[in-house]
Nanobody
C-alpha cells in the first residue's frame, strides 16, 4: 500500500522559514517515475496548489502566490520530496499535503488539474504575525 508521510510543519513567526518533507513508501515502481506536488488548505478555504516537481526533480512549477519564497525539490535516492518555505506570511497558515502521481513524460508535473489518487495525511503550518 502506497503511503505518503509529511513532516516538518510547526509554528513559526512571520518572516521565518520551514522545510517540509514528504516520504513515500510501498511503491511498486521506482520513485523516480513519479511526479510530486504540494497543496495546502486553510480553514474554510478550498485546497490549493502550491508547488510541483517532475519525476527527475529537474523541473518544478510554483504557484504565483508563493513564487520567489517557496521552492520544491525531489531526492529519488531517499524517496522524498521537499518544500522549502522562506519569508513566511500569516496567510501561508494551512495544512500542507503532498500528492503523488505516475509521470506520463519527463516534464510532467502534478498541478491543480492533474493530481494523483495518493495523498499524505497533512502537516500543519502556522505563521504568527
Amino acid at each position: 500500500q502506497v503511503q505518503l508521510v509529511e513532516s516538518g510543519g510547526g509554528l513559526v513567526q512571520a518572516g521565518g522559514s520551514l522545510r517540509l518533507s514528504c516520504a513515500a513508501s510501498g511503491l511498486s515502481r521506482s520513485f523516480s517515475l513519479y511526479t510530486m506536488g504540494w497543496f495546502r488548505q486553510a480553514p474554510g478555504k478550498a485546497r490549493e496548489f502550491v508547488a510541483g516537481v517532475s519525476r527527475s526533480g529537474a523541473r518544478s512549477s510554483i504557484a504565483d502566490s508563493v513564487k520567489g519564497r517557496f521552492t520544491t525539490s525531489k531526492d529519488n535516492t531517499k524517496n522524498t520530496v521537499y518544500l522549502q518555505m522562506e519569508s513566511l506570511k500569516p496567510e501561508d497558515t494551512a495544512v500542507y499535503y503532498c500528492n503523488l502521481r505516475f509521470a506520463l513524460y519527463s516534464d510532467d508535473i502534478v498541478d491543480r488539474t492533474t493530481t494523483g489518487s495518493v495523498w499524505g495525511q497533512g502537516t500543519q503550518v502556522t505563521v504568527s504575525s
